[in-house]
């Protein structure tokens, strides 16, 4: 159908055991044409392999025709035809992230919750981007404890996530900061973005703290 391309099939297999003979194959655009000779009694199956394009709108009815005509050695027979569909369903993923502490000390750590909910299908890769303000380092993270943990990296700022087969759900993690003394911003404001493939959409979401000093 429009809206997937042709991967392989595995028709040629059935060549190596016993008839059907598979004798040939082509392609005329989405056209797929295969032929056969020498079709004894009885069931024969073979698959064929296809993949979903990228930008097909979710809920698209993806519908496949197959059509058999055949011949003996006397007559044609009749054309035979079946069809087969698959709803096409998108991972839909929003992003949020709260704070533990809206107003905070320098010294003072502050604990993120990051929290992305999938609404839909499984989202192949789940990329967590966190920009954390100035003024604080990273301490700690609790991202390995998910299942779907695949790899991070906080060296450097973004702190960078990665997650595989996220499924429908809702999954969090802890991310905690040290506020440095030195740190003189009145206001920390943390940005964390999310993007999944396989269509590559971009969720975002922030958590402010006020930096309060002691007056005395």
């Known amino acids: 159908p429009a809206g997937a391309t042709f991967i392989g099939h595995t028709a040629d297999l059935l060549s190596q055991t016993s008839a059907p003979y598979f004798q040939n194959f082509s392609q005329v655009g989405q056209g797929l044409f ?14 064929i392999i296809a993949q979903v394009n990228s930008g097909v709108l979710n809920n698209t009815l993806l519908t496949n025709w197959v059509f058999c005509n055949y011949s003996t050695e006397f007559m044609a027979g009749p054309e035979s035809s079946s069809n087969a569909s698959t709803t096409i369903i998108i991972p839909y993923i929003i992003v949020n992230k709260t704070v533990d ?45 998910l299942p779907e943990y695949f790899s991070s990296d906080t060296a450097t700022s973004p702190l960078q996530y990665i997650f595989a087969d ?48 002691p007056i005395i």
Do not use: K
């Not at 295969?34 to 698959?47: K, L, N, Q, S, Y």
């Open 34 to 47: 295969f032929e056969f000779m020498d079709i004894p009694v009885g069931p024969h199956e073979f698959e």
């Open 101 to 145: 502490q809206a107003q905070a000390l320098p010294g003072d750590y502050l604990n993120y919750t990051i929290t992305f909910t999938n609404y839909n299908s499984t989202a192949s890769w789940v990329w967590i981007n966190d920009t954390l303000p100035a003024g604080v380092i990273y301490v700690s993270d609790t991202a390995a404890a």
């Open 166 to 213: 996220v499924g429908f759900g809702v999954y969090s993690f802890n991310i905690t900061v040290l506020i440095l003394n030195s740190t003189i911003s009145p206001w920390l404001n943390n940005t964390v973005v999310c993007e999944y493939t396989p269509i590559n959409v971009t969720s975002m979401a922030n958590a402010s703290t006020e930096l309060i000093r």
